[in-house]
């Protein structure tokens, strides 16, 4: 179960990614920013909307809507963060692009990892900063309901 978007998380290590590549699998859309050094995980939902509204969208991983046109923020950087609710974050580009994350209390629907870095002598990947949603086993539904309060 996820707990949403809070002041509790520091987005600030995100403003200045540029959006590398987006990949697409069965579960997840993965947004790599950095040259593929930084992460941003989404196994549940995400919307986008242009700056002048010509694209606007919402693509559901586990439902029917799964248009995607994200080439307008494609090499353009993270110019901020806002929390615009419990269950949505936006990231706001240069060009005032904006991809928002909702987030589902159902499942871990989000996370972010930044700093990659590989070992040669290990052949893994280490990463440096990390945010997400909590592990099922981390929160309550009282958790859940004190957070709703908090941001309401």
Known sequence: M???FSD???FRPIIGWELYQVTIDKYHV?????D????LNIADKFSFKSFDGAVNFTYEIYGNQK???LDRILRVKVAATKIVAI??????FENGDILSIHDNPELRSW????GRQSDPLTRRTNWSFTIGDCEPDELTEDAWQRRRTQLS
């Open 2 to 4: 996820a707990i949403g």
């Open 8 to 10: 509790e998380f520091d």
């Open 30 to 34: 993965m947004f790599w920013f950095e």
């Open 36 to 39: 593929e050094h930084a992460l």
């Open 67 to 69: 248009s995607l046109n």
């Open 87 to 92: 269950d949505q974050l936006d990231l706001i």
């Open 111 to 114: 996370w972010f990892l930044g």
